[in-house]
């Protein structure tokens, strides 16, 4: 059964450095999401993203985030200087345009130092 | 703005009692409504969904759960939970955004289920 894919599985970082997380959506989804969930607290919306653009983005999503699907199969979360508080899962997810489900993928964990 | 309250923030009940977890959530149409389970480390797995049509939905793993329009709730329910269900749940709403069939995930904070052998 196909499935959301996500890359690196846990990313350690320095404050202030840049990060890509990278995630492969399920082949024929056109719709993409990034959420992401600090430790212990709920999942939030961050983006969702169609037809090369951006639908709707959460007051989380600032300047320092920002999205792109550079080929064909890739969907890359980019946080340009990362903060202490961007510590987090952050979890990607696509969807059919025709359908009502989001498949999600595992996940990369995001620590921050 | 969608909301989702799940009011208890953690459960405790023995292995093979029964379970119901609490959802209510708060959205001006008819919503998309989810419940997923989330082990220790790991990623978000779709219990149930329910989008329109028959108010009572089956799910994996033997839980089920009832779209009540009028209490605006999606209740989780299960008749005998096993050890293994032993996880974080998180109802979550579907609310649709500017147009055709995108929509964003609100979740509620989730509620913890430990079981007791």
């Known amino acids: 059964e196909p499935e959301v894919t996500q890359t690196p599985s846990h990313q350690v970082t320095q404050m202030g450095q840049e990060v890509i997380l990278r995630c492969v959506p399920i082949s024929n989804h056109l719709y993409f999401y990034w959420y992401r969930q600090i430790l212990g607290q709920k999942v939030e919306f961050l983006v969702s993203?169609?037809?090369?653009?951006?639908?709707?983005k959460s007051e989380i999503f600032d300047d320092q985030f920002s999205v792109e699907r550079p080929d064909g199969s890739n969907f890359t979360l980019k946080i340009r200087s990362t903060k202490l508080e961007d510590s987090a899962m952050y979890f990607c997810?696509?969807?059919?345009?025709?359908?009502?489900?989001?498949?999600f993928g595992p996940g990369t964990r995001l620590t921050v130092l | 703005a969608q909301s989702v309250t799940q009011p208890d923030i953690h459960i405790t009940v023995s292995e093979g009692a029964s379970l119901e977890l609490r959802c209510n959530y708060s959205y001006g149409a008819t919503p998309y409504l989810f419940w997923y389970v989330q082990s220790p480390g790991q990623g978000l797995q779709l219990l149930l969904k329910y989008f329109s049509g028959d108010t009572l939905v089956q799910g994996i793993k033997g839980f089920e759960a009832e779209f009540k329009r009028s209490q605006s709730s999606f209740n989780l329910r299960k008749p005998s939970v096993h050890w293994s269900d032993a996880a974080e749940y998180f109802c979550a709403v579907g609310a649709r955004g500017s147009g055709g069939s995108n929509y964003k995930l609100t979740f509620g904070k989730g509620t913890l289920l430990t079981v007791n052998p």
């Open positions: 997810a696509s969807k059919k345009v025709e359908a009502n489900e989001q498949f």
């Open positions: 993203f169609y037809n090369n653009e951006i639908s709707e």
